[in-house]
Structures are given as C-alpha cells and as structure tokens.
Nanobody, 121 residues
Framework: QVQLVESGGGLVQPGGSLRLSCAASGRIFSISDMSWYRQTPGKQREAVATISSGGTTNYADSVKGRFTISRDNAKNTVYLQMNSLKPEDTAVYYC???????????????WGQGAQVTVSS
C-alpha cells in the first residue's frame, strides 16, 4: 500500500517560520504532481501549493512570496517552507500525491494524515 506521512507542524508566533515535510512510501511506480492543501473548521479544503515532477510550481495568492514548495524525487518527498506566518495561516495542512502504483494502473490521489499549524502569540 501507499502511505504519505507528514511532519513539521506545530505552534509558531506571527512572523515566524515552519517547514512541513511529506514522505510517500510503499508501492510507487511514479509520482506526478505533489501538493499541499489546508483546511480550517467549517471551511472547504483549499489548495496552497503544487509542484510537478519537473519542478513547475503554483501557489495560492494568499501565500505567494511567503511559502515555497519543493520536492526530492529520489526520496518521494515534498516540502513546504512557510515564512512570515500569519494567524490566518492557522489550519490543518495536508499533503497530496498523484501517483501510479505500477505501469499498468492509472494515477490516483493519495493523502497524508494532516499536520496542525497554529500561528499565535
């Protein structure tokens, strides 16, 4: 099976930084896009950043210039460097990977368990 395991969440003061990591493991043939989403209670999950296998990135307007997504293809790992954090960045952050388990299967989205990020003084 496939697992996505996140790490790096926590409590940080406004203006501070955190780095999230998400490692995919298990039966993996290839990974295309890897993404970070976030969700707060009562709201829909929103896309934060996406990175393709070739390194092309996209960001939500609310995080442009503050967050950086990167990946290590050899380790099947995606990162989210979050700088200049604001209280409104408080959320549960989820990683997602669009991957194929074999050359004969189609691509599917897999999700991590979520990591709490709290920005508060």
């Amino acid at each position: 099976q496939v697992q996505l395991v996140e790490s790096g969440g926590g409590l940080v003061q406004p203006g501070g930084s955190l780095r999230l990591s998400c490692a995919a493991s298990g039966r993996i043939f290839s990974i295309s896009d890897m993404s970070w989403y976030r969700q707060t209670p009562g709201k829909q999950r929103e896309a934060v950043a996406t990175i393709s296998s070739g390194g092309t990135t996209n960001y939500a307007d609310s995080v442009k210039g503050r967050f950086t997504i990167s990946r290590d293809n050899a380790k099947n790992t995606v990162y989210l460097q979050m700088n200049s954090l604001k209280p409104e960045d408080t959320a549960v952050y989820y990683c997602s990977a669009n991957l194929r388990k074999s050359p004969w299967t189609g691509a599917m989205d897999y999700w991590g368990q979520g990591a709490q990020v709290t920005v508060s003084s």
